[in-house]
């Protein structure tokens, strides 16, 4: 017997079957949480924003009516981002290099170096383009499901995306 897809269960949870958003916590949380940590870097609110996905997600559970589960999710998760970022953005400096080098322990000075720089260059970069990025060649997310979750086509997504990258690659370059 094959495992049930998200959709299917999703379904089964709007019908009432709590039991099922077991399956779909185990298959998502990891991503959502990493979703989250490659925007926040905090561990802390990380978990804070996964759980408050899940609780949305129990709470809409009527307003799903069908399509692709993950973009579904994804889009309550940038919700939920979008509020926490709005909150935040004025009270609080949004990313620090110290938060993205402690979790680089293990790596070698230089690649702390380039990672950190790395770090710099996309924390130059607005919300909405470091958030298309983070979905799509961090989180692997295709352009079809980003353009679901954004409301806009694929193609303005791809386009986006790239010249997102090549901005990232000159700034990245010119500032080495």
């Known amino acids: 017997m094959s495992k049930p897809t998200d959709e299917e269960l999703m379904q089964s949870v709007s019908k009432g079957n709590l039991d099922a958003m077991t399956f779909i916590f185990e298959r998502h949380h990891r991503h959502i949480y990493n979703f989250f940590f490659q925007m926040v870097r905090d561990a802390d609110v990380c978990e804070d924003l996964t759980q408050n996905v899940f609780y949305k997600v129990i709470k809409y559970k009527h307003s799903y009516k069908g399509g692709k589960f993950v973009s579904w999710i994804f889009k309550i998760a940038r919700n939920i ?13 949004f990313e620090t290099i110290e938060n993205v ?13 380039e990672l950190m720089h ?36 694929s193609g303005a997504v791809k386009t986006k995306v790239h010249r997102i990258i090549k901005k990232i690659r000159t700034n990245y370059f010119e500032t080495i």
């Open 81 to 93: 981002f979008s509020d926490y970022y709005q909150k935040q953005k004025k009270t609080i400096p």
């Open 101 to 113: 080098t402690e979790y680089e322990n293990e790596e070698s000075s230089n690649q702390k170096e």
């Open 118 to 153: 790395l770090s710099v260059v996309l924390d130059g970069l607005s919300i909405e383009d470091k958030e298309l990025v983070v979905m799509n060649k961090i989180r692997g997310i295709k352009y079809e499901q980003i353009a679901e979750i954004t409301g806009s086509t």
